[in-house]
């Protein structure tokens, strides 16, 4: 297991952005698909977006599909989640995740599925 780190959330208002970061440690993640899920009190964890390691494979929650972007910079390292037009549904902690693989596919198995998370970040959007 690799410890991941995310930073970025917070409180917004409706309507508002967020952009969510996934601290890495260069090396320990070359070669692995990332993404991200969340969880509302009293629900259970709900997959949010996922991205190959490539950059070139990307899916998204319905929810999250027009509103939210997830990109990486394998170079430097971190996975982002940008998120616009939020809505007080959105409110949850957001854990970073990853799976170990090279392959496109990686991205969509990440939709079921995660080897590695981190301790998550809050974001509380108020209407």
């Known amino acids: 297991q690799v410890q991941l780190v995310e930073s970025g959330g917070g409180s917004v208002q409706a309507g508002g952005s967020l952009r969510l970061v996934c601290a890495t440690s260069?090396?320990?993640?070359?070669?692995?698909?990332m993404g991200w899920f969340r969880q509302a009190p009293g629900k259970e964890r709900e997959f949010v977006a996922a991205i190959s390691w490539s950059g070139g494979t990307t899916h998204y929650s319905d929810s999250a599909k027009g509103r939210f972007i997830i990109s990486r910079d394998n170079a430097k390292n971190p996975v982002h989640l940008q998120m616009n037009n939020l809505k007080p549904e959105d409110t949850a902690v957001y854990y970073c995740?990853?799976?170990?693989?090279?392959?496109?596919?990686?991205?969509?198995?990440?939709?079921?599925?995660?080897?590695?998370w981190g301790q998550g970040s809050q974001v509380t959007v108020s209407s």
């Open positions: 995740v990853a799976t170990k693989g090279e392959k496109e596919e990686e991205a969509g198995r990440l939709r079921t599925r995660y080897d590695y």
């Open positions: 260069g090396r320990d993640f070359n070669g692995y698909a």
